[in-house]
């Protein structure tokens, strides 16, 4: 059974930064991709960075150059570092894991960004 346990996750001014982390249960490398989604109130979830196994990055337009992915395979875990955080940036953050076979959510963390 594959879970992915995400942390980091909290309240933070205008400005400020987070790090957010997935950990899989077993091999990183039985995924061919891992990103991360959000989701605000009222909207859909959409793509905020994906990472392959090759290391190829790719990121939504409106956190290019805030926002930096990257995976750690000897800990099984992706990290998703958000610098300069906007109030727009609000969501529930979702790891998101794909194999061939499926495609994988981890439960969510809140980030909220408030003055």
């Known amino acids: 059974q594959v879970q992915l346990v995400e942390s980091g996750g909290g309240l933070v001014q205008p400005g400020g930064s987070l790090r957010l982390s997935c950990a899989t249960s077993g091999s990183i490398f039985r995924f061919y991709a891992m990103g991360w989604y959000r989701q605000a109130p009222g909207k859909q979830r959409e793509l905020v960075a994906v990472i392959t196994n090759g290391g190829s990055t790719n990121y939504a337009d409106s956190v290019k150059g805030r926002f930096t992915i990257s995976r750690v395979n000897a800990e099984n875990t992706v990290y998703l570092q958000m610098n300069s955080l906007e109030p727009e940036d609000t969501a529930v953050y979702y790891c998101?894991?794909?194999?061939?076979?499926?495609?994988?959510w981890g439960q969510g963390t809140q980030v909220t960004v408030s003055s």
């Open positions: 998101n894991a794909r194999s061939i076979a499926s495609n994988y």
